[in-house]
């Protein structure tokens, strides 16, 4: 890849060796790379966040389970889907 020094690891290698983190380590690491694709987009302000996080505890929203969430995140990046 240009402009990259050749020692940079794989997309495999990176993959394997995060795999191993400790499951905090890899929560903090999605967190991170969520923030970094997705920083064009306007940041939720605390009152939408309260006004979701209420809709979710009152059961009038059920959320949009992970296994959706990522499919979207997926396609929208253009990479395969898992299956």
């Not at 794989?10 to 795999?19: M, V």
């Not at 306007?42 to 996080?53: K, Y």
């Not at 979207?72 to 889907?81: D, F, I, M, S, Y």
């Amino acid at each position: 890849m240009e402009g990259m020094p050749s020692t940079a690891m794989t997309l495999p290698a990176i993959r394997s060796k995060a795999l191993r983190l400790p499951k905090a380590s890899r929560i903090r690491l999605l967190s991170d790379l969520a923030e970094s694709v997705f920083d064009a987009e306007a940041p939720l302000t605390g009152q939408e966040l309260d006004s979701r996080l209420a809709a979710y505890e009152s059961g009038k929203d059920k959320g949009t389970p992970a296994s959706k969430v990522f499919a979207a995140a997926r396609k929208r990046l253009g990479l395969p889907t898992k299956k």
